[in-house]
């Protein structure tokens, strides 16, 4: 369980720092982060609006930014612009207890600037029904022959799970390394809580649809599967989404090439197997921007994932056509909560050393949690 230390009641001061100018919030802040220096790090991940990307000492995708937190063991507080289980990721990184041992007791304080910052994928997978499905699953086949893998969009006591159980992380940059990782082990996977990550991954290294099903976790019947189909399972799929990403639909890139001669059309990993079917190109956040940054002048582009991503790549490649899959707007809401007023809001009383929204994950849970992610950390 992970628990949030919050001394200054949260919405109190919410009507002084919302009646802002942005301009203005944005000068306080820069001012905290000057008179901080290398004391205060701010990441920032790809979907964050752009008035706050600004702020961020570091941007990148969930991989990239688990390793810039374990990385920055030296600094005092890591403000986390992105959504609860990141900044989980980075308390658990950034205070490694060997790290904290060498800091003679001293932990880094990771902040998330708006507490109501989730993820809905991460609330699609509770560890009671993570459990229960193991011991269901114990039932019809051996469970020493399955890795738990959990995308890193999850909750700590997910993380945690995988940790005891043999299991892993993986994140959307790295799934095909770590599901090569687990086959090694086992014949089979119970991969959480996307199973549009899973199948899309699973898909690429071969595995045949017949040989995956869906775990239905409000479905008390075996996850809703019949006892053959478990057994003869190598991919068992949490039924968990991402509601952004699942607006994204075939028939939105069959409509983009038919107005768009020569378009590329690019997705997320976490987009449905009929919409990464049709695409061009699939991959992370990171591997997004890449293509586009890569991209010689003149190329044409459908991107399917999160909105501000996909508006700051057209702002800055002009050289470029750049357009959304969807014709509706597809943003992740929780993650736009992170804010100018909440993160001037939260690194001035992390400043005045009364920090707010601090995320501490418990002591037993950070070990195993730990012991998941640096699995996968050493896969890639
Ligand atoms: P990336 O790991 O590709 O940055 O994706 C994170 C995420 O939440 C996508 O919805
Ligand atoms: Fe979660 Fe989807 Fe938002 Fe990513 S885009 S943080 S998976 S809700």
């Given at each position: 369980m992970s628990t949030a230390a919050d001394p200054v009641p949260r919405a109190a001061p919410f009507p002084e720092y919302r009646g802002l100018e942005d301009a203005h919030l944005a000068d306080r802040i820069e001012a905290v982060r000057r008179r901080m220096g290398e004391r205060l790090v701010i990441l920032g991940h790809h979907y964050q609006q752009d008035g706050v990307i600004a702020h961020a000492d570091f941007q990148g995708d969930s991989y990239q930014l688990s390793k810039s937190a374990a990385e920055?063991?030296?600094?005092?507080?890591i403000v986390f612009c992105g959504v609860h289980f990141m900044a989980e990721t980075a308390d658990i990184l950034a205070n490694r207890p060997e790290q904290v041992a060498a800091r003679s007791g001293r932990r880094v304080t990771v902040v998330?600037?708006?507490?109501?910052?989730?993820c809905s994928m991460a609330d699609m997978a509770a560890i009671e029904q993570v459990e229960d499905a193991w011991a269901d699953l114990g039932t019809v086949i051996d469970t020493t022959d399955i890795t738990p893998v959990t995308?890193?969009?999850?909750?700590a006591s997910l993380k945690a799970f995988c940790g005891r159980h043999g299991g892993i992380v993986c994140t959307s940059s790295n799934a095909r390394a770590v599901l090569d990782w687990a086959f090694a082990k086992t014949k089979r996977v119970l991969f959480f809580p996307d199973q549009h990550l899973g199948r899309n991954t699973a898909r690429t290294m071969g595995v045949g649809l017949d040989e995956m099903c869906v775990w239905n976790?409000?479905?008390?019947?075996?996850?809703?599967?019949p006892a053959e189909q478990l057994t003869k399972s190598r991919v068992i799929l949490w039924q968990g989404h991402c509601s952004v990403h699942a607006m994204f639909k075939p028939e939105h890139v069959d409509a983009m090439r038919a107005n768009l001669p020569g378009v590329k059309v690019l997705v997320h990993p976490e987009c449905s197997m009929e919409v990464v079917d049709k695409a061009d190109l699939v991959g992370s956040t990171s591997y997004i921007l890449k293509q586009v940054e890569q991209a010689p002048p003149g190329t044409t582009w459908a991107i399917g994932t999160e909105l501000h991503l996909v508006k700051r790549l057209e702002h800055n490649h002009p050289e470029q056509t750049v357009r959304f899959l969807s014709p509706v707007v597809c943003m992740c809401a929780t993650m736009y909560r992170i804010d100018l007023a909440h993160l001037c809001w939260s690194l001035e009383h992390l400043e005045r050393g009364r920090p707010v929204n601090v995320i501490r994950v418990d002591d037993e849970t950070a070990q195993w949690a730990l012991t998941a992610l640096e699995r996968m950390l050493a896969v890639r």
């Open positions: 920055r063991a030296g600094c005092e507080a998330l600037p708006d507490m109501a910052a989730g995308y890193i969009n999850s909750a976790p409000h479905d008390p019947t075996l996850g809703g599967n």
